[in-house]
C-alpha cells in the first residue's frame, strides 16, 4: 500500500507529472491518479491517493466491476464498468474519480508505483504486504454529498489539522 506523509510533501507535484505519464504517456495532472492538494490558508500540501482502506467503499460497485488485486491494489474492469459514478461517490477522499469514458483510481503501478520514484522528498512511500488499518468512516459521513476534489480538500485539511497538533505537542 501507499504511505503518505504530508509533513515531508513540498507540493511539487512531480508525483502527480510521473502517474500521468506513465498511464497516459502525457503529462496532466487531470490524468493523474494521485493528486496535491495545496492548502494555501494553512500551508499543508499533501497528496490523495487511494490508501486501500479498511472498508473499501469503493467495491460497492452495482455491477461488480471493482476488485482488489494482488497487491491490494483497486482494480476497475473497463469493460464491464458503466460509468455509473458510484465508485466515485463512495470513496470518502475522492481517490477515485471518473474522466471521461475512464474511472481513475491508483492502480500500484503494477507494484512500482511511480509517484514514489518521483517523490525526492520521501512523502510517498510504497510498503508492499502490509495491511491498511487505515478507517475513513469518520469521513464517510462528511464527505457524502461532496465532488472528489471536495473530498481530497477535506482529507488534506484533516490530515493537517493532525500535523499542526503534533507539531505543536512536540514543541512544549
Known sequence: ???VDISKCTGCRSCETACAFFHTGK???????????HLYETGVDGP???IQCREKYCLECPINAITVGKNGEIVV???????C????????????EQHGDLVYVCDLCGGRPKCVDACTEGAIVYA????????LASLKQTTEKMN????RLIYVEQLGILLRSNWRESRD
Open 48 to 50: 490523495v491517493v487511494c
Open 128 to 135: 508492499p504486504g502490509t495491511g491498511n488499518e487505515a478507517t
Open 1 to 3: 500500500m501507499i504511505q
Open 27 to 37: 503529462v496532466s495532472n487531470r490524468l493523474a491518479r494521485i493528486k496535491v492538494m
Open 85 to 96: 459514478g458510484s465508485c466515485e461517490r463512495q470513496c470518502p477522499i475522492g481517490a477515485i
Open 148 to 151: 472528489p476534489s471536495e473530498k
Open 77 to 83: 474492469a473497463p469493460t464491464i464498468c458503466n460509468l
